[in-house]
């Protein structure tokens, strides 16, 4: 005979969630309509309605250790079917806002960075910090002579030990967290059918394909702003490897020639993250068809990647402009967008990343992977 499961429902938790876009959660009926729709959904334990049912319920830590609500793309196909309007595509978001949340070391940050109404905290930690610096270093003001060199307000080993600093701590609390997720998941099925290393790496070639984005129905367009985001940030990244070089081993001081492949790099993934990013928007804003909502939490990180795009443009065309008094200060702000983006990756909505990763991979592992 099955054991009895005594569930004792988080009301606080069910409260937040709604708070956080899962307004509609308490209309479902259970009907599982979601899950037969939904693209990307296995046929073995198939999602979300049971996800509807959990957070119904509050059943925090058992959605904590869920991989499969970082299956899900968002595509809404759910939402457009559902007859009564519960949304489970939205509900599925907040969920995951939360689980970064919940998941977050020190928790303080997740507080912070996933609440966005605290996002001016979140922007004040870095504005301090490097307001502090300029002013212990004798660094605050406009630098005086005719060429604008960025180096000359902010040096480069006074960002790199600022940021270096910064990055290795929250990178450690993001294994941690994802170290966590990764022992509540497998918890749950110790039967893989096959070995972790191939089924991550076949994850790694599916995220730079996107390739599951193309089974979704309703919001299959969302695809190309996502893809253009993603590799733009591939771009910046590499191009920030590429600036160090070039400080540490040529020694090229800044700032580098427009001329210089490097710069195009950086200048065409902005170009790519301002596109994909304005795609976004586009695509959270249009008529779809189908009743969704766009979080307040979605909403601020597409705004915060706009402005760190926008910013870096601008620090860009106002020095070529030689205008010494708007460039440092834009300059200064676009750093302050870095951080937010860099430093805060583990409480964002980037953090859905490695979450995401982490949840094919294991889908794969236990053999519950759909076909591609
Ligand atoms: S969310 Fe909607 S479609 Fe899914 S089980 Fe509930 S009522 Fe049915
Ligand atoms: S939003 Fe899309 S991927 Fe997520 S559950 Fe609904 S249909 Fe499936």
Known sequence: MPEDVVITPDIKFVRELKKAGGDTLKKCFQCATCSVVCPISPDNKPFPRKEMFMAQWGMKDELAADPDIWLCH?????????????????????????????????????????????????????FVLFLAVLGLTGHLGIPSGDRIVYSKLFPIRYIEIIFMSAIALTGISYLISLSGFWIGISKQNRSYSRGFVSAFVETIIEVLTHKRFKKCGVNADRRTGHLLVFYAFLGLLITTIWVTYYYYVPKIDSPIPLTDPMKWLANLSALAL??????????????????????????????MILLLALTGILTEVIRLAGIASLAYPMYFTHLLFVFYTIVYFPYSKLAHMGYRTLAITYSRMTGRDIIL
């Not at 196909?77 to 007859?83: E, M």
């Not at 907040?94 to 979140?122: C, H, W, Y």
């Not at 994909?276 to 979080?295: H, P, Q, Y």
């Open 74 to 126: 968002n595509c809404n196909d759910c939402s457009k079917y559902c007859p009564r309007g519960a949304r489970p595509g939205d509900v599925l978001g907040a969920m995951r806002q939360k689980v970064i949340r919940e998941k977050s070391v020190p928790a303080f940050m997740g507080n912070i960075v996933t609440d966005p109404k605290k996002t001016l905290v979140a922007l004040a930690i870095p």
């Open 274 to 303: 301002i596109v994909g990013i304005l795609l976004l928007i586009f695509n959270r804003t249009k008529d779809k068809g189908v009743n969704t909502k766009s979080s307040s939490f979605d909403w601020t990180f597409v705004v």
